[in-house]
């Protein structure tokens, strides 16, 4: 399984962003699928995630209301979209890919086995 990231870009505080994921072999629309960011300094960290049938969403607290993940089975691509975008958003985003069929999506990097080559946002105040 291969996941290409892309979207990411340099924003001003406030703007948006599209990010996508695209799968490409092995399984995709059996699988949970979820975003990950790493900022400057920190450890990766969760952002969001998505069962497999698209049905249930899961955020961390600080982008609730402000990002939403979403999926097309038919295409094999994730989507992450970024509105009121925060200098503190700034990181390397990477999508991944969970292990187990029909997994529900959640915020254990453990339960993903494939992960994509990462995005750069930068959002600058």
């Known amino acids: 399984v291969q996941l290409q990231a892309s979207g990411g870009g340099s924003v001003q505080a406030g703007g948006s962003l599209r990010l996508s994921c695209a799968a490409s072999?092995?399984?995709?629309?059996?699988?949970?699928m979820g975003w990950f960011r790493q900022r400057p300094g920190k450890e990766r960290e969760f952002v969001a995630a998505?069962?497999?049938?698209?049905?249930?969403?899961y955020y961390v607290d600080s982008v609730k209301g402000r990002f939403t993940i979403s999926r097309d089975n038919a295409k094999k691509t994730v989507f992450l979209q970024m509105i009121s975008l925060k200098p503190e958003d700034t990181a390397v985003y990477y999508c991944?890919?969970?292990?187990?069929?029909?997994?529900?999506?959640?915020?254990?990097?453990?339960?993903?086995?494939?992960w994509g080559q990462g995005t750069l946002v930068t959002v600058s105040s």
């Open positions: 991944g890919r969970q292990s187990s069929r029909f997994s529900g999506g959640n915020d254990d990097a453990q339960s993903y086995d494939y």
């Open positions: 072999g092995g399984s995709f629309s059996s699988r949970g």
């Open positions: 998505i069962n497999w049938s698209g049905s249930s969403t």
